[in-house]
Nanobody, 115 residues
Framework: QVQLVESGGGLVQPGGSLRLSCAAS????????MGWYRQAPGKEREFVAG????????YTDSSVAGRFTISRDNVKNMVYLQMNSLKPEDTAVYYC????????WGQGTQVTVSS
């Protein structure tokens, strides 16, 4: 069964940084457009950032684009999300998946931005 395992979350103060990782198994991510999604408490899961097979990235809006950077390593079968200048509103469980979503969701990784 295909697995996506997210890691790297944690508690960080506003303005801080985190780097999330997504490890894929039983699937080669090189064949897919990959994305990061997040679900804040009481809200629906939303798209955050995507990356084409070639490495070109795209983001949900300009506020994220200026602070987050998505990247991928097709050899290691990994997807990353570097998050800088974190804000309390970035607090959520973060997930990776294909874009559009084609795989079962992993367990996600919790990101909490709080002083």
């Amino acid at each position: 069964q295909v697995q996506l395992v997210e890691s790297g979350g944690g508690l960080v103060q506003p303005g801080g940084s985190l780097r999330l990782s997504c490890a894929a198994s039983r699937i080669s991510i090189s064949a897919y457009v990959m994305g990061w999604y997040r679900q804040a408490p009481g809200k629906e899961r939303e798209f955050v950032a995507g990356i084409y097979r070639t490495g070109t990235a795209y983001y949900t809006d300009s506020s994220v684009a200026g602070r987050f950077t998505i990247s991928r390593d097709n050899v290691k079968n990994m997807v990353y999300l570097q998050m800088n200048s974190l804000k309390p509103e970035d607090t959520a469980v973060y997930y990776c998946n294909t874009d559009p979503v084609q795989l079962y969701w992993g367990q996600g990784t919790q990101v909490t931005v709080s002083s």
